[in-house]
């Protein structure tokens, strides 16, 4: 019994963290670009990825609500992004990679504002061109 702890220990160290990172070609394909235009239902700045929400209306008049991957909070902060940017309502355009089992949900790129002001999500695709 007083060998237990240092096995389960022991144990622990060798199997590393159960919890593994997805990679962006696990869940996204390439191959899918989107760009949607809508409006901001929520917007989650939360780690290891922020969530926005977005409100895209179909050709049909459908209204589907996206759900966009970003980076995480922090990192989204160092590039410029502020919490007050994205309050439920406001419209903007995103480029990105929809997911691979086609749901709507994608992995962004980059937000382009009403005002123009773009604005680099921090895309886990290695093969996009990274902005500042």
């Excluded at 060998?3 to 191959?31: M, P, T, V």
């Excluded at 790129?109 to 996009?128: C, K, P």
Aim: overall charge positive.
């Amino acid at each position: 019994m007083k060998h237990a702890g240092l096995l389960f220990l022991a144990a622990s160290l060798l199997c590393g963290r159960i919890e593994a990172h997805h990679s962006f070609s696990a869940e996204y394909d390439d191959k899918r670009p989107v760009t949607l235009s809508g409006k901001v239902t929520e917007m989650k700045w939360s780690n290891p990825h922020g969530w926005i929400y977005l409100d895209v209306v179909g050709a049909d008049g459908k209204v589907t609500n996206w759900a966009l991957e970003t980076s995480a909070a922090n990192g989204l902060i160092r590039r410029g992004w502020r919490k007050e940017d994205l309050p439920p309502g406001t419209e903007l355009q995103v480029e990105g990679w929809q997911a691979r089992n086609g749901a709507a949900t994608a992995n962004i790129r980059v937000v382009t504002l009403s005002d123009g002001r773009r604005l680099f999500a921090g895309t886990s695709n290695q093969n996009a061109q990274q902005e500042k």
